[in-house]
């Protein structure tokens, strides 16, 4: 089990602008498969890619919503683990902290935190395939594609392969990570662009680069700590050790 070192708990508790950078693997103790594992049962002859595309959205619309259908299912069936819970609690306890999530299932939200950028959409949320209007939330019956005012097919407001990211959102991100005094990438693997760009550019600009992932990534050989481990047991050690509880931020 990575050890915590005294410097981080000291970077932490005195972070001037914290940014916390999640994919994936922060909800993998959820419950949540990541993309990187096999597909299970019913999925597993797709590849991620080909599904979460617009080629393959126009090649079979009904099998894409239906995987993000049985996906969002499975989103709403879990809970958020400590690892979320650890990310929401140094919200409330630091000066400034932005999260930057690549994740589409909600579970920062529901497990407290306030604004978390979302770089790749969301599941819970749908937007129309040809006017692009966002249509707000996922109807709870819909087994059958709705259809919008304009006759366009929605589907799930998540960014797609091949897809650009709602540049507000990735413009905000990129402010946060160039002015990071402190930059945290937890659960990913950093092989996804132009996301996995962030925590190279927040080096570049001077912050310390700590990577919390049970497995090396390309993003390890330039952060300046590695803490080799699953997210929910090393945030919750981060959040627990020598901070005596106390609330930083009056
Ligand atoms: C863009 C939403 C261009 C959807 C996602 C060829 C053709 C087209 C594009 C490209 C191309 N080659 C490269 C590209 C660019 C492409 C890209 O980067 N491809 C990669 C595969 C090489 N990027 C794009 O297409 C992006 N758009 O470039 O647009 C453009 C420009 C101008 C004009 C028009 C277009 C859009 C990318 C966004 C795709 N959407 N998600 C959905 O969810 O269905 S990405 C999706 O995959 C996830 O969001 C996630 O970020 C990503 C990777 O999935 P995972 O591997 O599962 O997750 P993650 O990376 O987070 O890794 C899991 C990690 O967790 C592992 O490291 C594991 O060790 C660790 N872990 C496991 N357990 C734990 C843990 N860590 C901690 N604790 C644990 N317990
Ligand atoms: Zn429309």
Known sequence: ?????DDLIRRLQGARHLVIFTGAGVSAESGIPTF????????????????????????????VWDWYAWRREWCLAVQPNPAHLAIAELERRLPRV???????DGLHQRAGSRAPLELHGSIHRLK???C?????????????????????????????FGESLPEAVLDAAA??????????????SSLVYPAAELPFLSKRC????VEINPQPTPLSARADLCLQGAAGEVMGRLIGSGWGNQRIRQ
Do not use: H
Not at 1 to 5: D, E, F, L, T, V
């Open 206 to 209: 001077g912050a310390f680069v």
């Open 175 to 188: 402010g946060a990570s160039q002015d990071a005094d402190l930059f945290l990438s937890v659960g990913t």
């Open 98 to 104: 932005t999260l930057i999530t690549q994740n589409v």
């Open 36 to 63: 990187r594992d096999a597909q299970t049962g019913l999925w597993a002859k797709y590849r991620p890619e080909e599904l979460a595309s617009p080629e393959g959205f126009r090649a079979a619309p009904q099998t």
């Open 1 to 5: 089990m990575a050890s915590i070192p």
């Open 132 to 160: 692009r209007r966002d249509v707000g939330d996922w109807p709870a019956d819909a087994s059958d594609i709705p259809v919008c005012e304009c006759g366009g097919l929605l589907r799930p407001a998540v960014v797609w």
């Open 128 to 130: 129309c395939f040809k």
